[in-house]
């Protein structure tokens, strides 16, 4: 079974990846080193208490929307937050 701390790093990296940010990015925006987002992101590091709050106003939703998934997490992005919105590019891959 999973743990949170795995479900967290699935969350973070779903919501950089909608967002169109990279760990640089997401680094500026915590006031972390991006050495500092890859070890969490790899789980040589944890996420901590603050990092959550600072990830959850990052993104502008709450903690609880954090740590109900990725799905949800993605959901709850501001329309304005979002790679497309932006001027990002995303794609899709083909139904099979």
């Avoid at 950089?16 to 789980?43: C, H, N, P, V």
């Amino acid at each position: 079974m999973s743990s949170t701390e795995q479900h967290l790093r699935v969350t973070v990296a779903a919501l950089m990846y909608a967002t169109g940010e990279d760990q640089r990015t997401l680094a500026e925006g915590l006031g972390l080193s991006q050495s500092q987002i890859s070890r969490k992101q790899t789980g040589h590091a944890a996420w901590s208490i603050g990092d959550l709050d600072r990830l959850a106003a990052h993104y502008g939703m709450t903690v609880i929307d954090l740590l109900r998934g990725a799905d949800h997490a993605v959901s709850r992005l501001p329309e304005g937050r979002r790679a497309a919105a932006i001027g990002g590019v995303q794609t899709m891959l083909a139904a099979s």
